[in-house]
Nanobody
């Protein structure tokens, strides 16, 4: 019913920038929030950004705050994540995921990924030193 397709990943040097896209296929209006996760090898999937679909406000985890920015193109049903000042520790597979609830505070909490049902295939971001 709902499908997500992430794109825009690739290889970039430290200090560089990259913009990820998430095509949302389906009814976004049934969800309260949407955001981005990432998963590095050997680590749990972690939420890094969240956009409230109620009022458009955005939230970030401390590790990316000031460097990453989530946004939405409502006409195209597309979610973006602009990533600046990239660091080698940003290397991971990045996913977008919607949540029925409206709480970005919960969305960004540890292990929230275990309770979300819809995922895309992810897009790999590699940052070289």
């Amino acid at each position: 019913q709902v499908q997500l397709v992430e794109s825009g990943g690739g290889l970039v040097q430290a200090g560089g920038s990259l913009k990820l896209s998430c095509a949302f296929i389906g009814d976004m209006a049934q969800y309260g929030a949407i955001g981005w996760f990432r998963q590095a090898p050997g680590k749990e999937r972690e939420a890094i950004s969240c956009l409230s679909l109620e009022d458009g406000t955005t939230y970030y985890t401390d590790s990316v705050k000031g460097r990453f920015s989530i946004s939405r193109n409502t006409a195209r049903n597309t979610i973006f994540q602009q990533m600046n000042s990239l660091k080698p520790e940003d290397t991971a597979t990045y996913y977008c995921a919607p949540d029925f609830d409206t709480s970005c505070q919960w969305y960004l909490s540890p292990r929230s990924y275990k309770y979300l049902e819809v995922w895309g295939q992810g897009t790999l971001v590699t940052v070289s030193a």
